[in-house]
């Protein structure tokens, strides 16, 4: 049977990585961000490049009926997931007493409220699978802790947390499996507009800034979308055991 795969913030950067490594091995893919333009071209170049069944879907995934529609409409036109990657998000950047409420509400929203509730709507497809994986994209921000994005290392330790709870949840049900991969800076979108923010408001430059993120990833150097795209592939394939993957170390593990 073929395999169905939905991967949440597939139309560019690490989603769009992981949607073309999913598809190039066979999967039928659901790609799922806020575009409209880009989901359907992101599906159609899916369909193209690999010969897959692939659907494009519009949804704004820090709403709780967007959630819910995006996995009626992946099961009702391709089948219900049995992947299930949660990689949609954003990276707002602030001082503590900078960061409102609103800040707050996105990053939880968008990370951890939408990764339960995707996963509650995709858990009966999940099961009924025998071999249900779920995939959350967390970070080393939710492993140690960053200067100025309070909301969103709290957001992505929720994010490892939940992996961890499912993990434990599932532990006598082999058919489920929970995953989190956490890598340092990754050379995307999200990481060149933080350096090019904050290098409006300071003294370096843009490309300084991204040579500084570089240094911080224990790797020395940004990872690249592939990288991490070869990752979860490798966990959805294989199904080794344990949660948490830290993508930002010379010899990646898994630890629970
Ligand atoms: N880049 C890094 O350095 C890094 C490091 C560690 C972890 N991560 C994590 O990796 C994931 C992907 O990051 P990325 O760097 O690939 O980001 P990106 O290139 O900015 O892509 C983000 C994706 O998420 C979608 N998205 C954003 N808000 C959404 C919403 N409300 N509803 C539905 N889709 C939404 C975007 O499409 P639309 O804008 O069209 O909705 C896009 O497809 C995130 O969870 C991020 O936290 C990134």
């Given amino acids: 049977m073929q395999l169905v795969a939905l991967v949440t913030g597939g139309s560019r950067g690490i989603g769009r990585a992981i949607a073309e490594a999913l598809a190039g091995r066979g999967a039928a893919v659901a790609v799922v961000a806020r575009g409209e333009e880009a989901v359907k071209r992101a599906a159609a170049e899916l369909a193209d490049r690999f010969g897959v069944r692939s659907l494009g879907i519009r949804a704004d995934l820090a709403l709780a009926a967007d959630c819910a529609a995006a996995v009626a409409r992946c099961s009702a036109e391709l089948g219900p997931p049995s992947v299930l990657v949660h990689n949609a998000g954003t990276a707002p950047s602030a001082r503590l007493e900078d960061s409102d409420d609103a800040m707050l509400d996105e990053v939880l929203d968008l990370h951890v409220r939408a990764a339960f509730r995707l996963v509650r709507a995709a858990l009966p ?41 499912l993990a434990a949840e599932w532990a006598r049900e082999p058919a489920l499996r929970a995953f989190v991969v956490c890598p340092g800076f990754v050379d995307t979108d999200i990481t060149r507009d933080a350096a090019r923010a904050v290098a409006a408001r300071g003294r370096k430059s843009a490309e300084e800034l991204l040579s500084a993120f570089a240094a911080q990833n224990r790797i020395g150097r940004l990872h690249r979308p592939d990288e991490v795209a070869d990752a979860v592939v490798r966990l959805v394939f294989d199904r080794p055991p344990g949660t948490v993957l830290d993508l930002d170390s010379p010899h990646p593990t898994l630890s629970p």
Avoid: Q
Wanted: proline letters at 2%.
């Fill in 125 to 165: 497809g999940l099961r009924a699978a025998k071999a249900g994986t779920v995939v959350l994209l967390g970070s080393t921000a939710g492993l140690r802790g960053y200067p100025f994005t309070a909301a969103y290392t709290a957001a992505k330790h929720g994010m490892v947390g939940f992996a961890r709870a």
